[in-house]
């Protein structure tokens, strides 16, 4: 399986700027980029439960943000919904079509919560 990780441009993100976040956010970050790394090195064969563990981790993670991911089914399709806080509406929804995309997808989870942090450290992006 070819999996492009999607995130890679945070991967080089300017070593003086990442120095300056507040300690709690860099290790957010930071960790947000391993779990990334590993739900790129998953096989295609992703069950459902080891999604649901992928999303409780980054839940953990991203408590303190105003937004949290939550597993859902539309009809008998998995979705992954980022959901925000405050109105507890989704934000984005993920429709995955096959195990592949839903991988790819949490890329995009991940490309868009590490935005999301860097945006609101640094309003760069």
Known sequence: M???????????????LLKSLP????????????????????KAEMTVEEMQKI??????????????LAFDREGNIPVV????????????????KEITSVIQRMNEVFDILIGFILKKY???L
């Open 2 to 16: 070819d999996v492009k990780k999607i995130g890679a441009e945070y991967e080089n993100f300017p070593g003086t």
């Open 23 to 42: 300690e709690n956010v860099k290790n957010t970050v930071n960790e947000l980029k391993e779990m990334q790394n590993r739900v790129v090195s998953q």
């Open 55 to 68: 999303i409780e981790s980054i839940n953990s993670k991203i408590k303190n943000l105003g937004i949290y």
């Open 81 to 96: 919904k980022v959901v925000d806080v405050q109105s507890g509406k989704a934000v984005k929804v993920f429709p995955p």
């Open 122 to 124: 640094f309003r760069l």
